[in-house]
């Protein structure tokens, strides 16, 4: 099975604008997570879709959505972009098996500069 | 913010020794995954290990957990060079994984 995907790999943006990212899970897999890392911050959970719709929410401000489709394809959407948004973006997926002991599989991230 | 936290932040260990790093974290768990990171790439899965288990073995890994205590640890048998990452705990709460800061193994030939 092919891997978790993600579009573009590397961006450069500059403040005030927007960008999109893109991401494909596992085929099967219905979850898909996104992820920040910052060397500051670490890694901070961002939000989880299922079914086309938002499961989980964490602790960012409005300026982070995103959005799954029915093919389980996602994209998150950060506007009116600041300088701390400079960040490697990653997202994971997972079958959402409802075991409560589902491996979430990670894809290459997108490495996101604000100039 | 981060419910788990790694100890040592940074390890430097010959090629052949063994590498261990543990992880607390502060609230119940459904299960406990542990990732490695290569320089700023994705994370690779390890190891999963359920709340309910108290010891997983995957090829030259050993994972234990000890949910009396909050705590996880991992162990990397005769390591190598290729081993060099950085290595995560991430605790899963309903499909939301809250990650430590991270353990810097640096293996030297």
């Known amino acids: 099975k092919a891997g978790v995907t993600q579009t573009p790999r590397y961006l450069i943006k500059t403040r005030g604008q927007q960008v999109t990212l893109s991401c494909s899970p596992i085929?099967?897999?219905?979850?898909v997570s996104w992820y920040q890392q910052t060397p500051g911050q670490g890694l901070q959970f961002l939000f989880e879709y299922f079914s086309e719709t938002q499961r989980n929410k964490g602790n960012f401000p409005g300026r982070f959505s995103g959005r799954q489709f029915s093919n389980s394809r996602s994209e998150m959407n950060v506007s009116t972009l600041e300088l701390g948004d400079s960040a490697l973006y990653l997202c994971a997926s997972s079958l959402a098996s409802g075991s409560g002991a589902d491996t979430q599989y990670f894809g290459p991230g997108t490495r996101l500069t604000v100039l | 913010s981060q419910q788990g936290e790694e100890d040592p932040q940074a390890l430097s260990i010959q090629e052949g020794e063994n590498a261990t790093m543990n992880c607390s974290y502060k609230t119940s768990i459904n299960n406990l995954q542990w990732y490695r990171q290569n320089s700023g790439r994705g994370l690779v899965h390890l190891i999963l290990?359920?709340?309910?288990?108290r010891e997983k073995h995957s090829g030259r890994l050993r994972v234990t957990l000890d949910t009396s205590k909050k705590s996880s640890s991992l162990l990397i048998t005769a390591s190598r060079a290729a081993d060099t990452a950085s290595y995560f705990c991430a605790t899963d709460r309903g499909n939301k994984l809250t990650f430590g800061g991270g353990t810097r193994v640096l293996v030297k030939p």
């Open positions: 290990i359920r709340s309910n288990e």
């Open positions: 085929s099967g897999h219905r979850s």
